[in-house]
């Protein structure tokens, strides 16, 4: 056979290609990592997100992919990723535009959920509607639905008024009829299949079957493949780690009783282990995933191939039936001239919030304005539930963080309408906090650190304009730094981002005053630099 000279160079980039990849699936020390996402030659490296987008589901609906993330006791919650090649992606919105449809215990009244609230959920499309079914540990599993991806969603439907159930997913099967699978982890992680009605506002309590328990199986996605329904999900073993396994049956009221490990717990890459697996534009299958061991970054996410091997959806790196390993390269999907991108920075030029923001539970709409001032988002003070403490301060508004070589957030505030009693500023947390900013006293301002409850007082302020900054790298820790002129930065104390409640590191702007409600800041831009 002779080959054209276009043909020989196209079967030798493949093969650079491919050498290129089995190289790089030597085991990578986790934080490392001096490159992410699409490269230039036409493969990825992961984590092709190096933020804490946990609990994944994906689909693809044409050309276009979707994704679906945990949001906790954040607001608004469950956040929608699209993407067109399953590598590069932005955020089109988020599903639950108010928490207290859930509990009062999400909004900043209570504030009492910490860690719960918006767990795992999953996303589908049906008859040119879209859906996400979600469970949170007290309160029970709802449901939503929209046209079009980036909503409006409609208001939450209860599907299940029970607490200790988590991690669902749902199909329609090849005749229409509905089924959701749900695993009740108070009952020592025991996972049901219910009849569901097909517009999936109800599910049939009475008519559930058991079909998968212990091990703290949960992480459940259904999905059909030539013939077969499966039921994927993660199960932990003491000494082993989280790892992923699949039942699978011809019928979705069958008795999934045919079970196959799929993908090895990988602790050295932190256990990629829940996600959505997903059939690509190029007719390969792909398993996007979270890593569920977190740290201070969170946990991250990657691509992972899928091949189907007698019946299977064996993940990563395989050996015949053997479960698979991590990858951490492999080729694009497809390729796009278009690379979209995680939003960061915002200017606060328009009527609303970036959708990569979230406040920490349910706002005070009363106490935010965008309109006020415009080109600025004006924040006013108010008494946190507890005096002094980060975590029960309302109406502080946060977006994740990344771990990557360099990072470099700067705010700028006009600190001239402050009041005795308000401290404002720049921050991060998960369970423990950093922040640097301003307290009001006696009608002077100071620079004010602190460290979760405590401060430290720094020299007093003169003018009206302040910039604060925080700098960090793959490792965590974060420097602080603030400027009277936009130039002249000067360093504070640092601080080692941390993790909590499920969450990675987020950074935030937070603003209250423990005396009254007086006070507000007006906040010009947070600026989020990369590389």
């Known amino acids: 056979m002779i080959y054209s000279l276009t043909s020989w160079l196209l079967l030798l980039s493949v093969f650079s290609a491919n050498i290129l990849i089995c190289s790089a699936q030597k085991s990578i020390e986790w934080g490392t990592w001096d490159t992410w996402g699409q490269q230039s030659d ?28 945990s949001t906790m006791h954040f607001s608004p919650g469950m956040t929608i990723l699209h993407s067109r090649d399953l590598v590069n992606w932005e955020i089109v919105g988020n599903a639950i535009s108010d928490l207290t449809q859930i509990s009062p215990a999400l909004g900043w009244q209570k504030m009492d959920r910490n860690g719960r609230g918006v767990w795992a959920g999953t996303i589908r499309y049906n008859k040119g509607r879209f859906y996400i079914f979600f469970g949170t540990p007290d309160e029970g599993y709802f449901m939503t639905s929209a046209s079009k991806a980036e909503g409006p969603w409609n208001p939450l439907i209860c599907l299940l008024n029970e607490k200790g159930w988590d ?17 009740c982890f108070a009952e020592g992680y025991k996972t049901y299949i ?13 008519q559930g079957k058991l079909v998968n328990e212990g091990n703290g199986r949960e992480a459940n996605k259904l999905i059909y493949h030539e013939g077969y329904y499966y039921l994927v999900f993660s199960e932990h073993k003491n000494g082993v780690g989280r790892y992923v396994m699949a039942k699978r049956d011809k019928e979705m009221a069958g008795n999934f009783e045919e079970e196959k490990q799929l ?17 690509g534009k190029d007719g390969k299958w792909y398993f996007l995933t979270h890593h569920g061991n977190g740290d201070w970054c969170g946990r991250l996410v990657s691509l992972i191939p899928v091949t189907w091997k007698e019946g299977w959806p064996m993940m990563g790196v395989t050996h015949n039936m053997n479960p698979g390993s991590m990858v951490w390269s492999a080729l694009m999907p497809t390729t796009k001239e278009e690379k979209l991108k995680i939003q960061r920075t915002d ?45 029960k301060a309302g109406n502080t508004l946060t977006q994740r963080t990344f771990r ?44 004010e650190f602190r460290l979760d409850d405590r401060s430290e007082r720094g020299p007093q302020l003169g003018g009206s304009l302040l910039w604060l900054r925080s700098e960090w790298g793959l490792n965590g820790d974060s420097r602080f730094s603030y400027s009277m002129d936009g130039f002249h930065f000067i360093p504070w104390n640092g601080y080692q981002l941390s ?13 209250y005053n423990n005396q009254k409600e007086e006070g507000f800041i007006d906040v010009d831009y947070l600026r989020y630099q990369m590389k």
């Open 42 to 69: 036409g493969t990825y490296r992961n984590p092709i997100i190096p933020s804490d987008y946990s609990d994944l589901d994906c689909i693809r609906v044409g050309e276009d992919y979707y994704a679906i993330s």
């Open 167 to 183: 991690d669902c997913s749902v199909i329609w099967d090849k005749k229409g009829k509905a089924w959701f699978v749900g695993t």
């Open 194 to 206: 219910f009849p569901m009605a097909k517009d999936a506002q109800s599910i049939d309590r009475t």
């Open 263 to 279: 993908l090895l717990a990988c602790a050295e890459a932190h256990e990629p282990n829940q996600g959505g697996i997903v059939e």
């Open 347 to 391: 200017e606060f030029e328009g009527r609303e919030l970036g959708p990569q923001w979230q406040w920490l539970y349910q706002p005070r709409t009363d106490k935010f304005s965008l309109t006020e001032c415009p080109g600025w988002l004006r924040m006013y003070a108010f008494k946190p539930l507890e005096e002094d403490c980060l975590l």
């Open 404 to 447: 990557t070589q360099h990072n470099e957030v700067t705010i700028r505030i006009d600190i001239s309408n402050m009041a005795d009693g308000q401290h404002a500023g720049l921050c991060h947390f998960a369970e423990h906090s950093g922040c640097l900013g301003v307290v009001r006293e006696e009608g002077k301002s100071y620079v």
């Open 499 to 511: 993790w909590g409640f499920y969450r990675g590191d987020r950074i935030g702007i937070y603003n």
